[in-house]
Structure formats: C-alpha cells, structure tokens
C-alpha cells in the first residue's frame, strides 16, 4: 500500500510563519480520528477530516454537513493533512495559504459502514456533536489530474442521534469564533493572562488556605453542552499556592507537601505570576497515560517524587483577584493561557500538565474513559463559579466502586506471607467505627512490610469497633488506633453491608478519619446488594469462589500488584460470561505458578488426582492417548486456579470434533525494536487479506508484546490444510514487505521484523486464551478488542487483571459481537486463492 503524501500540504505552507504542524512524515499507523474544524478564510466553512493510513484525509464543507436525513451537501477534497492538525486551533496569518481563523469544532471516531473504496466511503460519526451515519461518494467530473475532487456528503441515519442544533463553540477551549481571532503574531510566546481583563475578577488578598471543591458522586454523567468533562485522576488533590515566587503545595485536608514535591514546586514558581491559587491532583501516570494510585504510593513511600504530574483543572487567583466567582469554562481558558505563556501548552508532556475536557456527550465520554480502564470521569458545569466543599456543580462517575475506610485491626498472616493477613476496615458514623469488612488483597510485599510496621506502632488493647454481629470473632487479632485511611475498590455490598471483592489500592495520607465520615466521600456505601454471593467464607475459616475452596487465598502471584490468588479467582468469576464463549470445551495446555508468577511450568497432562473434578478428554499423538484438561462453566477455571493455573492456551478446536479446526489464528510477533504502529497497520492488512477470501479476522491483545488476529471457521479442512492456509498466506505477506515481516523463527533473523507466526495452526499447538491472565510483570491479559480501539494508547499489555473488569462494565456489547456467525469453512476455493492445493496440503 502506497503511503499517503503531504507533499501538498507543507507546498503551501509556510511553517515560519503559521503555528499549523509541519508533519513531517505521514504516521506509522491507522487509527479513526475524527475532526471536524470551522474555517473563515476567504469564506467561512467547514473542514471534514478522517485518519486513513496516517494522514487525516481532508474534505471542504462550504455549507457544513448535512444533518437531516436524505439531505446531501457538496464536499471538496484538499490535500491531506498530518495527524496533529487534530489538535490545531487558532489564526493562520493573513497571506498565507487559508489564512483566518480556525476552531476546533468537533472531535471524535470514525468507523467504516459499508464500502470504503475509492468512490464511496460509508462512515459512522461518533463525536462530541455529531454522531451518525453518512456516506461520502465521488461526483463525476474529473480535473486535468484525472481525480475527482468533488463529492457529495450525504446523511443516512439517525441512529445514534444527534443534536441537529450543535453549539457553535470549540471542543477544545470552549471559545467562540471570535475569542479565537483575538489578534497574536503566529509564532510569538502565548502572554500570561491579566486578571484586570476578566470581566467577573474581584480585587482582593489571597486567602491564606483555599478549600478545595468536592465533587458529588452521580450514577451516570450528564447529558447536554452545559457540562464539561474531565478524566478523573487516581491522585492527590493538591491546592497550589505562589506568592512572589514561593510556592506551597497544600493537600486536600490543609498538610503541607512543599518539601515533598520540590519539582513541582519549582515549576510552579517559574510561572509568569506574582500572585496565584491553582488547584489540581498530583498523579503518577504510566506508559499508557493512565494515572497509578499504587504507583504514586510506591513514589512517596520512596521519596522519590520528580517525575510525578501536576494535572491542573482551576485558577482561582490571580496577580491581586479572586476568580471563583468566573464561569469555570472562563478560569480553564485563563489557566490554559497561563500555562501555555510558561511553555506548558494543553496537550504537553512534562510536570504541570492542562487537564483538559470534552463539552457535552457525557455519557458517551464515560463510556470511552471506562473501555481504556480509567477510573471515572469528573463532569462540571461550564458556567459556574468555584464553591468550596461538596455539591452537586461537580459530578464523579466511576467506573468502578471506590471507598475509603478507616483501619481498626488485622489478622496475623498465613502460610508464606509476611506481615499481616488482612485488614478489618469501619467507617466512622457519629464517633462510632462501624465495621465494614476484611481486605487482604492488592498489597506488594514492601506495603506488607511498610503497614505492618505502621500498625504496630499503633496496637491497643481494646477493640475500637461498635459492637456487630458481622464483626469476626478471630485468634490472634490485633486491634490499632483508628487513624490510618486507606482506600480500596470493591464489587458492591452483601445484605449485611459488607464489602463483596475488595482490593487495596492505598493508604490516603491527605485524609483524617473524620474527613471519610460524609456521605459524599462513601456514597458507593449505599450501592447495590448482591443476593446471589457466588464468593463466601468457608466453614472451616477457608475462601470459596463459586462453590470451590481456595487453599492459601492469601498466597501473592503478582508480587508488583500485590494480586493474590483470591483475586485472580474473582477476577475470572466477575467475567466468566464474556471467557467461557471463546474458552469452553476446547483442550488446554496450562501453566501452572504454584508460588506465584516468578516460578512457571507448563503442562499439558494433569494428573489424575489434580483438579479432578475438571473434565478430561483423551487424544491420540504421537503413539500414546494422553488426557487433555478442559473446561464447561466458572466452576472448572476455578478449580483449575485453585491448582496454580495462571495461564489458559487453547487449541484451535472443540473436544467434540478434534481434527477439525475452527479457529485459525494468526500471531504477529514484534522483534523490541518495531513500532507498534507498524504492527497495527500489518495487523490491518493482514485482515483486508483474509477478507477479500471472504474470511473475517478480530484482533485479540495477547497480554505480551503481540497481536492476535483470530479467524472463526466452520469445522471442515483438517489442520494440515489449515496450516498450509496460515503458512502461505504468512509467506505472501512477507514477500511483499521482506524488511518489516518475516516467516524464520529463528531469532537471528527476526531483528527489526514482525515474525507472522502461523505455527499456531498446528495440531497440538494452542494460543492464549481471550481473557486469560499472563505470569508477566503487572498481570496483563489476553483481550479481544474492536477493530476500531486499535491504536497507539492500547497496546498489547494494556489491559491487567485489575483493569480490565472496568473494561467490560462499559461495554454495551461483546467487543467480538458476530464472532460465531462469521464461521465459514476453509474450503478448496479459499485455499487455491492462497496457492494451497487441497490435495497436496
């Protein structure tokens, strides 16, 4: 496939002159970015533009898009623009090439509907204003060029709807046409902004402590542009103090981490102010851009806090005025100003970041946030002022339960594990600790260590709970001094109020125990209950997940997460309904971890006295029958987990019909020096192969550093020709790309190459399961994905066991949704279109 040019475009730029990105080079990878901008140059339009192959294809809108159905509006094709022009918004200077002003006014995916070829595009708009179906078809007059540049936009659906009356602001900053035009010389410095320009800012001193605004916690996030959208962060909230260069970083409950966060403080202190409030949380972020709470501990705990961000969402002083009482939509423009002046633009690495937002499409911007594994979202009013304490101007929408409690006691450890065994946790009601459960999940080792030291010091000889009849009448239970917070995620309550699945996520030094006492801070206390506990406490003191008894539940198989074996059991019993599909009644060969991930084997023949319960299936090879483990319901992958099981290979067949495959899978495996955007845009290619053979492909991460790409077949060629099918279609791949892909195993030849390993289809071999977790460092999991959440902030260790089930909790349907029904058979036809001559297989 050729790769796109922006020859075109960088010829009628001048980059000295205009702040639009150079783009070097097209992007290695073909993502589904949407943008739609609004352009007055010489006459006001509109700007179409969807990534394909690492350019944003671009159209002229000179009436915008069609929103009614059947309506069509003329398209002009442009020349093709470089990914980051998805985030360009301002003035192109007068003279240039589209010189005047350019808003950012809407963002969002595409997806294809139908044909995609060079003289229609079918396409599925999800963005913060337009969401729909239309269809881009190429009109018939040609230029001296031979290429038809107009076209016709034509709308076809209303589903999903949208608003046929969008606001006529940007996505980005929430500006107005003319807010944008504001004149500024392209290319000079951003100024700071001058607080006697806001209309709304007060005169007055800086108050010496600034309490911070306290989001309310709602089931779902708002609908309607009145309401801007933020990632909520896994952090501490921090309330940034500058006055005449010194900075003071204060926590949520008045304790000063100036000292603490000498970087930070640094930076701050650099900013073109004399006087500033800012608020914001203090994060760790990972690869991935996701924030880390246990990553943020390990940070603090080590004083060893440099690289941790400042992700900054409110000014409410400046230079001698109050600005609580401006829109908040007014104070982020002010306070991205402020950072943009001091080289800190939105959308810029490094330690004070800009925490930036959508407007309006809350509940489908939760959804998104929920599908990468975030924690939540934090949904604002966009035109009202700063109001210290809780209400309900700003909403929380989690996507998990979280809550904090107060430590009253723990448990002396079992078995090899060092510390404590579990903590017993309360909240405070009146003065009164009421106790809400045991947590003995999600510690590290060191944090064992670290909070058993703590609570020692700590130990009284009463306990602080009130009296209750759920209160565990324990040997050798130490109670503490109710002062350490910690703060936990949990499925829901049992009837008794209870915590059903919780994990440790850490300790909240920014809190006091009386602070946890509101209503507001442990709303998902009044969560649902569950009547139907498939989890419960053993007679004889033991754990059972879904009827089976685990021994040494405490045992950690994650040391990095803390992630025991109880919580892999439940982690498989809260998603058994989305595993079992592609997972039930297939041979497994397992690897067991007995002790955890760090001491591995595989095995294919269990013994007759392991996990005897689970069923066997005898298969002849090689001379011998040998029995082949595998499973029909929740309660087998428990049992199995109970052994040590922490990884689930399949083969590529059922039980029921052994020599005839109905999976054919496909495993693109980078050498470390590859991109990952060269294994997404092999991945696609690969597909539109398989499906001009009228075979469908879904990918599937693989927990490691690969992509799976798994063809559902009807049982029909035997797996000789299955393998001949993998193997010559590999082999035309990496003909055609010799210096990026390669068919050798052998390592010395796999240097700077995607090894396409079509072994995979062998009888006998198997690949990892959709959902199974992996003995890798940070307990990743094998996921299937849509074709369209392929990108570069998902790659194939994205999603843990921890992450994961937030995951699924935002999904509206089976990411593999058709899967079954794609099954065709690999008959002589397919396999001639590869070179394969069935007979000779």
Same mark, same amino acid.
């Given at each position: 496939?050729?790769?796109?040019?922006?020859h075109?475009?960088?010829?009628?730029?001048?980059?000295?002159?205009?702040?639009?990105p150079?783009?070097?080079?097209p992007?290695?990878?073909?993502?589904?970015?949407?943008?739609?901008h609004?352009? /007055?140059a010489?006459?006001?339009?509109?700007?179409?533009?969807?990534?394909?192959?690492?350019?944003?294809r671009?159209?002229?809108?000179?009436?915008g898009?069609?929103?009614?159905i059947?309506?069509?509006?003329?398209?002009?094709?442009?020349?093709?623009?470089p990914?980051e022009?998805?985030?360009?918004?301002?003035?192109i200077?007068?003279?240039e090439?589209?010189?005047?002003?350019?808003?950012?006014?809407?963002? *969002?995916?595409?997806?294809? =509907?139908?044909?995609?070829?060079?003289?229609?595009?079918?396409?599925?708009l999800?963005?913060?204003?337009?969401?729909? /179906?239309?269809?881009?078809?190429?009109m018939?007059?040609?230029?001296v060029?031979?290429?038809?540049?107009?076209?016709?936009?034509?709308?076809?659906?209303?589903?999903?709807?949208h608003?046929?009356h969008p606001?006529?602001?940007?996505?980005?900053s929430?500006?107005?046409m003319?807010?944008?035009?504001?004149?500024?010389?392209?290319?000079a410095?951003a100024?700071?902004?001058?607080?006697?320009?806001l209309?709304g800012a007060?005169?007055?001193?800086?108050?010496?402590?600034q309490p911070?605004?306290?989001?309310?916690?709602?089931?779902?996030?708002?609908?309607?542009t009145?309401w801007?959208?933020?990632?909520?962060?896994?952090?501490?909230?921090?309330?940034?103090?500058?006055?005449?260069g010194?900075? !003071?970083?204060?926590?949520?409950?008045?304790h000063?981490w100036?000292?603490?966060?000498?970087?930070?403080?640094?930076?701050?202190e650099?900013?073109?102010?004399?006087q500033a409030?800012?608020d914001?949380?203090?994060?760790?972020?990972?690869?991935?851009?996701?924030?880390?709470?246990?990553?943020?501990q390990e940070?603090?705990?080590?004083?060893?806090?440099?690289?941790l961000?400042?992700?900054?969402?409110?000014?409410?002083?400046?230079?001698?005025?109050d600005?609580?009482a401006?829109?908040?939509?007014e104070?982020?423009?002010?306070?991205a100003?402020?950072?943009?002046?001091?080289?800190?633009?939105?959308?810029?690495?490094?330690?004070?970041?800009?925490s930036?937002?959508?407007?309006?499409?809350g509940?489908?911007?939760?959804e998104?946030?929920?599908?990468? *594994?975030?924690?939540g979202v934090?949904?604002?009013?966009?035109?009202?002022?700063?109001?210290s304490?809780?209400?309900?101007?700003?909403?929380k929408?989690?996507?998990?339960?979280?809550?904090k409690?107060?430590v009253?006691?723990?448990?002396?450890?079992?078995g090899?594990?060092s510390?404590? *065994?579990?903590?017993?946790?309360?909240?405070?009601?009146?003065? !009164?600790?009421?106790?809400?459960?045991?947590?003995?999940?999600?510690?590290s080792n060191?944090?064992?260590?670290?909070?058993?030291a703590t609570?020692?010091?700590?130990?009284?000889?009463?306990?602080?709970?009130a009296?209750?009849p759920?209160?565990?009448?324990l040997?050798?239970?130490?109670?503490?001094?109710?002062?350490?917070v910690?703060?936990?995620?949990?499925?829901?309550?049992?009837r008794? *109020?209870l915590?059903?699945?919780?994990?440790?996520?850490?300790?909240?030094?920014?809190?006091?125990?009386?602070?946890?006492?509101?209503?507001?801070?442990?709303?998902e206390?009044?969560?649902?209950?569950?009547?139907?506990?498939?989890?419960?406490?053993?007679?004889k003191?033991g754990?059972?997940?879904?009827?089976i008894?685990?021994?040494?539940?405490?045992?950690?198989?994650?040391?990095?997460?803390?992630?025991t074996?109880?919580?892999?059991?439940?982690?498989?019993e809260?998603?058994?309904?989305?595993?079992?599909?592609?997972?039930?009644?297939?041979p497994?060969?397992?690897?067991?971890?007995?002790?955890?991930?760090?001491?591995?084997?595989?095995?294919?023949?269990?013994?007759?006295?392991q996990?005897s319960?689970?069923p066997?299936i005898?298969?002849?090879?090689k001379g011998?029958?040998?029995?082949?483990v595998?499973?029909?319901?929740?309660?087998?992958?428990?049992?199995?987990?109970?052994?040590?099981?922490?990884?689930?290979h399949?083969?590529?067949?059922?039980?029921?019909?052994?020599?005839?495959?109905?999976?054919l899978?496909?495993?693109?495996?980078?050498a470390?020096?590859?991109?990952?955007?060269?294994?997404?845009r092999?991945?696609?290619?690969?597909?539109?192969?398989l499906?001009?053979?009228?075979l469908?492909?879904?990918?599937?991460?693989?927990g490691?550093?690969?992509?799976?790409?798994?063809?559902?077949?009807r049982?029909?060629? =035997?797996w000789?020709?299955?393998?001949a099918?993998?193997?010559a279609?590999?082999?035309?791949?990496?003909?055609?790309e010799?210096?990026?892909?390669?068919?050798?195993?052998?390592?010395?030849?796999?240097h700077g190459?995607?090894y396409?390993?079509?072994?995979?289809?062998?009888?006998?071999?198997?690949?990892?399961?959709?959902?199974?977790?992996?003995?890798?460092?940070?307990?990743?999991?094998?996921?299937?994905?849509?074709?369209?959440?392929?990108?570069?902030?998902?790659?194939?260790?994205?999603y843990t066991?921890?992450?994961?089930p937030?995951?699924?909790?935002?999904?509206?349907? =089976?990411?593999?949704?058709?899967?079954?029904a794609?099954?065709?058979?690999?008959?002589a036809?397919t396999?001639?279109?590869?070179?394969?001559?069935?007979?000779?297989?």
């Amino acid at each position: 496939m050729a790769t796109p040019s922006l020859h075109e475009y960088q010829r009628k730029r001048d980059f000295h002159r205009s702040r639009e990105p150079a783009g070097a080079v097209p992007a290695l990878q073909a993502g589904h970015l949407y943008v739609m901008h609004k352009h /007055a140059a010489r006459r006001l339009h509109f700007d179409l533009r969807i990534e394909q192959d690492g350019v944003l294809r671009s159209w002229a809108l000179p009436r915008g898009a069609p929103l009614e159905i059947g309506e069509k509006r003329l398209a002009v094709e442009v020349e093709n623009h470089p990914l980051e022009y998805g985030n360009f918004e301002g003035n192109i200077p007068k003279g240039e090439y589209g010189g005047g002003t350019v808003m950012l006014w809407d963002v *969002g995916r595409w997806q294809a =509907d139908g044909r995609n070829d060079a003289e229609q595009l079918d396409f599925i708009l999800t963005g913060a204003k337009l969401t729909g /179906a239309w269809t881009l078809v190429r009109m018939r007059n040609w230029d001296v060029r031979g290429r038809g540049k107009q076209w016709l936009l034509i709308k076809r659906t209303d589903h999903p709807q949208h608003d046929l009356h969008p606001d006529d602001l940007s996505v980005a900053s929430g500006r107005s046409m003319a807010e944008i035009a504001e004149p500024r010389e392209a290319g000079a410095p951003a100024s700071p902004p001058h607080a006697n320009a806001l209309p709304g800012a007060r005169p007055a001193a800086p108050p010496a402590i600034q309490p911070p605004q306290l989001a309310t916690p709602s089931e779902r996030a708002p609908t309607g542009t009145a309401w801007l959208h933020e990632i909520k962060f896994d952090g501490y909230r921090i309330v940034a103090h500058i006055e005449h260069g010194k900075a !003071r970083l204060m926590t949520r409950n008045g304790h000063d981490w100036t000292a603490r966060l000498r970087a930070q403080a640094r930076q701050l202190e650099s900013l073109p102010v004399e006087q500033a409030i800012l608020d914001g949380e203090l994060v760790a972020l990972t690869a991935d851009g996701a924030s880390s709470f246990r990553e943020l501990q390990e940070a603090l705990s080590r004083k060893q806090t440099a690289h941790l961000s400042y992700q900054l969402f409110d000014l409410l002083y400046l230079d001698g005025h109050d600005l609580s009482a401006l829109p908040l939509l007014e104070r982020k423009q002010a306070l991205a100003q402020l950072l943009e002046a001091a080289g800190n633009a939105p959308g810029a690495g490094g330690i004070l970041r800009y925490s930036d937002h959508v407007r309006g499409q809350g509940p489908d911007f939760f959804e998104q946030a929920c599908t990468l *594994g975030l924690e939540g979202v934090i949904s604002k009013r966009a035109d009202a002022p700063y109001r210290s304490g809780r209400n309900k101007l700003w909403l929380k929408v989690k996507c998990t339960q979280h809550a904090k409690f107060v430590v009253g006691g723990f448990t002396p450890p079992a078995g090899a594990r060092s510390g404590f *065994g579990a903590l017993l946790l309360g909240s405070l009601r009146h003065g !009164r600790l009421e106790y809400a459960g045991r947590l003995g999940t999600g510690f590290s080792n060191r944090q064992l260590e670290q909070l058993h030291a703590t609570l020692l010091r700590q130990e009284i000889a009463q306990s602080p709970f009130a009296p209750s009849p759920s209160l565990p009448a324990l040997r050798g239970v130490h109670w503490v001094k109710p002062t350490l917070v910690v703060e936990v995620e949990y499925a829901e309550r049992t009837r008794d *109020g209870l915590l059903r699945h919780p994990s440790f996520l850490g300790t909240r030094e920014d809190l006091d125990p009386e602070q946890i006492d509101s209503p507001g801070d442990n709303l998902e206390e009044a969560a649902p209950v569950s009547a139907n506990r498939a989890t419960r406490h053993a007679a004889k003191g033991g754990v059972e997940v879904a009827g089976i008894e685990l021994t040494h539940p405490e045992r950690i198989l994650y040391p990095e997460q803390g992630v025991t074996k109880l919580a892999l059991a439940r982690y498989y019993e809260s998603l058994h309904e989305w595993a079992l599909p592609y997972l039930a009644r297939r041979p497994l060969v397992l690897l067991r971890c007995p002790e955890g991930r760090q001491a591995c084997f595989y095995q294919k023949h269990l013994g007759k006295g392991q996990a005897s319960s689970v069923p066997r299936i005898a298969i002849q090879e090689k001379g011998a029958v040998r029995d082949y483990v595998y499973v029909r319901s929740l309660v087998d992958v428990v049992s199995l987990v109970q052994h040590g099981v922490l990884e689930f290979h399949a083969w590529g067949c059922r039980v029921e019909d052994i020599e005839h495959p109905d999976l054919l899978v496909f495993d693109l495996d980078p050498a470390p020096e590859v991109e990952w955007q060269e294994v997404l845009r092999t991945a696609r290619e690969l597909r539109d192969r398989l499906q001009h053979m009228g075979l469908t492909a879904f990918p599937r991460t693989t927990g490691g550093k690969g992509l799976h790409l798994v063809v559902p077949l009807r049982p029909h060629a =035997d797996w000789a020709s299955v393998k001949a099918f993998a193997r010559a279609l590999s082999e035309q791949c990496a003909r055609d790309e010799p210096l990026l892909l390669t068919t050798n195993m052998a390592l010395s030849k796999r240097h700077g190459r995607i090894y396409l390993d079509y072994l995979r289809n062998t009888r006998g071999s198997t690949a990892i399961a959709c959902y199974s977790a992996r003995a890798r460092p940070g307990a990743p999991v094998a996921v299937p994905l849509r074709w369209d959440e392929l990108g570069p902030a998902v790659r194939s260790d994205h999603y843990t066991v921890e992450t994961l089930p937030r995951r699924l909790g935002a999904l509206r349907a =089976d990411p593999w949704e058709g899967f079954f029904a794609a099954a065709v058979p690999l008959d002589a036809a397919t396999l001639k279109l590869a070179g394969v001559d069935e007979g000779g297989a």
